[in-house]
């Protein structure tokens, strides 16, 4: 099945600085690649995607970059906040399913 | 929001019983899931129907069986329930499967005794 690996897995930034997440993945065919937010005890929530026939997507402080080549994608957000703190997860698309990344624990010092 | 529901939102229960989660969502879409999240938060897809119809069985322990009497709602019933089952299970639906954006409710935390 489709492999992702998801770095790093805990990463704790200071307030107003940025932080990187980035994923690798082995299918090609892969199309669709959506990022998730998970606050504790809450749900998932998706917080920006990208196909793979653009290079990289921006939505206020949040941006993803894909490089299909290479095969892999980063989320970057910018001027983080206390409440960017949570669990985000990579997904990517392929056999009829998301595969998700394990989880990156981003954690904003005040 | 009430998109993506799902009850109970808690449930515990001793090891041999038998339960069963709910799930249903008013956004019209045709796909739904079930997922297993862990101790560690990792995801994993356990089921997906699109139209009543299933897609994706994930190598899942048959004491597991899932149900969508229509395509609106997708039940999870589980026999015969072990310590391992004991995690946050994760319904969501899309438009359509594979590519495309999945909503989640807001799962259902199952304690096993």
């Known amino acids: 099945g489709e492999n992702v690996e998801q770095h790093p897995s805990t990463l704790s930034v200071q307030e107003g600085d940025s932080a990187v997440i980035k994923c690798t993945y082995s299918d090609s065919a892969s199309n669709y690649f959506p990022w998730y937010k998970q606050e504790l005890g809450k749900r998932p929530q998706l917080i920006i995607d990208?196909?793979?026939?653009?290079g990289e997507k921006k939505d206020q402080r949040i941006a993803v970059t894909l490089n299909k080549t290479a095969k892999h994608f980063s989320l970057h957000i910018t001027e983080t906040q206390p409440e960017d703190s949570a669990v985000y997860f990579c997904a990517l698309s392929g056999n009829e399913k998301l595969t998700f990344g394990t989880g990156t624990r981003l954690t904003i010092i005040p | 929001d009430t998109a993506v529901s799902q009850t109970p939102k808690y449930l515990v229960t001793q090891m041999g019983n038998d339960k069963s989660i709910k799930c249903e969502q008013n956004l019209g879409h045709d796909t739904m899931y079930w997922y297993k999240q862990d101790s560690k938060k990792f995801l994993k897809i356990m089921f997906s129907y699109n139209n009543k119809e299933l897609i994706i069985n994930e190598t899942v322990p048959n004491r597991f069986s899932p149900k969508s009497p229509d395509k609106a709602h997708l039940n999870l019933h589980i026999n015969s329930l072990e310590l391992g089952d004991s995690a946050v299970y994760f319904c969501?639906?899309?438009?359509?499967?594979?590519?495309?954006?999945?909503?989640f409710g807001p799962g259902t935390r199952l304690t096993v005794l």
């Open positions: 969501a639906s899309s438009q359509d499967y594979a590519s495309d954006t999945q909503y």
């Open positions: 990208i196909r793979s026939n653009v």
